[in-house]
């Protein structure tokens, strides 16, 4: 029942921007399967009412289908595409924005025997689960509100609070929490996430991120492993041939100029990597952005 009207509420309300009159709700709609594209994550809770969904994050993939949730508690680098989408039955996605200082906020509000005790180290910051009906019902009603204006402003943040509070004690709870505590393994991971892609540009010793962590540095490289599936220098790699695709889709007729504002000195190897990222040389596969039309959302598109 709650699937049904999901659709329908998702196929009623789907934008070509994908936006909503809710802020930090997203809604997707996508009618064809396309080859899978890179984009950044986000830190967002993504539910699928139609359709699936594989996502890649350096070596490790994640599969999500109708009824399921994804949850990223870290803006990543990812590679993705809906593997069942058509004219006919196109894949229909839910996005929420997740926000730190609103996990907090509730859990600081919560008391300590409300919410399950998690671990110290950092895990992975993508995780997949199903998604169960007390969660799948609030975002049915959070969805309603697009019907609702008079009610939304203030109905929407109430159910908002209570799908976290659903993420928070549920099945990848520990992630989400770890998203709303200052100390925790994960937000200091988050950091240096946030630094690199800041920095991506320039050479880094990992002696000198791990230091940003507050870290030893073997415990910052599992950590940062652990939660990006990537070393702290494939995640650069990652970032910069990301920004070099972006910026070859405007500046297509230099290549090599490109590659050095992304980092690289040697115009051969900034090639020969991006075309093992992309399939392509960055020419060819520039004349290719050309001519596609490109999803505007991370983990949902």
């Known amino acids: 029942m709650h699937l049904e009207e999901f659709r329908a509420l998702l196929a009623r309300h789907a934008r070509p921007d994908w936006t909503t009159p809710i802020d930090g709700v997203l809604i997707s709609r996508v ?10 994550s986000g830190t967002v809770l993504a539910v699928i009412a139609q359709g699936a969904k594989r ?25 993705g595409s809906f593997t069942d989408a058509s ?19 509730l859990l600081l509000q919560a008391g300590p025997e409300d919410t399950p005790r998690g671990g110290g180290a950092a895990s992975t910051g993508i995780a997949v ?25 203030v109905l929407a943040p109430l159910i908002k609070r209570e ?10 709870g520990g992630i989400v929490r770890q998203l709303g505590l200052a100390d925790s393994s994960l937000s200091h991971i988050a950091r240096t996430v946030r630094w690199i892609r800041e920095h991506y540009a320039q050479p880094f010793r990992v002696e000198d991120v791990a230091r940003l962590a507050g870290m030893s540095v073997s415990a910052f490289y599992r950590n940062f492993q652990a939660v990006t599936a990537m070393s702290p220098i494939q995640f650069q790699k990652q970032i910069r041939l990301q920004e070099a695709r972006l910026l070859l889709a405007t500046h297509p007729g ?27 040389p960055p020419s060819r596969d520039a004349a290719r952005l050309r001519d596609t039309a490109r999803s505007p959302a991370g983990v949902l598109a």
């Open 31 to 40: 009618d064809r399967s396309d080859p899978p594209a890179p984009s950044m």
């Open 55 to 79: 996502l890649a994050l350096g070596d490790k993939v994640f599969e999500y289908h109708a009824g399921q949730y994804l949850v990223a508690s870290v803006d990543l680098p990812v590679t």
């Open 87 to 105: 004219r006919e039955r196109p894949a229909l996605g839910f996005g929420l924005t997740l926000e730190p200082s609103a996990v907090a906020e």
């Open 129 to 153: 689960s199903d998604a169960p009906g007390p969660l799948l019902d609030a975002v049915v009603r959070l969805l309603r509100l697009l019907d609702e204006p008079r009610d939304r402003a």
């Open 163 to 172: 799908i976290l509070w659903r993420l928070i004690t549920g099945e990848q």
């Open 254 to 280: 230099d290549v090599t100029g490109v590659g050095q504002r992304v980092g690289y000195d040697n115009p051969s190897q900034f090639s020969r990597e991006y075309r093992r990222q992309f399939g392509a």
